[in-house]
């Protein structure tokens, strides 16, 4: 298993934008379900927005209008345009891929993922 490696995070100030970049390795399999997700201290990792392989997108109810989940296809490199960004966006990013659709898969889908699957992630600061 290669880790993914999550990159673009930074110190911005509020409404400001940033987009974080991740490439999946492996095959097609982990394409199916593709998703961004966030880690405040101490606390589990949540989802922000997930990308279906039929198209469908999901963006948790805080994200919706100001972050954009994208995957190109010809690089397979997951995105996450974020825009408008706030003081509680500041968080650790990670990506993750999995070979079973979103729609069959809880939310918190990323919990059920090893310890070791995750990369190092990328640490996102909103300062007002």
């Known amino acids: 298993q290669v880790q993914p490696v999550e990159s673009g995070g930074a110190s911005v100030q509020s409404g400001g934008s940033l987009r974080l970049s991740c490439p999946l390795s492996?095959?097609?399999?982990?394409?199916?379900?593709m998703g961004w997700f966030r880690q405040y201290p101490g606390q589990e990792r949540e989802r922000v927005a997930a990308?279906?392989?039929?198209?469908?997108?999901y963006y948790s109810d805080d994200v919706k209008g100001r972050f954009t989940i994208i995957h190109d296809n010809t690089k397979n490199t997951l995105s996450l345009q974020m825009n408008r960004l706030e003081p509680w966006d500041t968080a650790t990013y990670y990506c993750?891929?999995?070979?079973?659709?979103?729609?069959?898969?809880?939310?918190?889908?990323?919990?059920?993922?090893?310890?070791?699957?995750w990369g190092q992630g990328t640490q996102v600061t909103v300062s007002s």
């Open positions: 993750a891929g999995v070979g079973t659709a979103c729609r069959f898969l809880p939310r918190e889908w990323a919990q059920l993922l090893p310890p070791n699957y």
């Open positions: 492996g095959s097609t399999y982990e394409r199916y379900c």
């Open positions: 990308l279906d392989r039929d198209g469908s997108k």
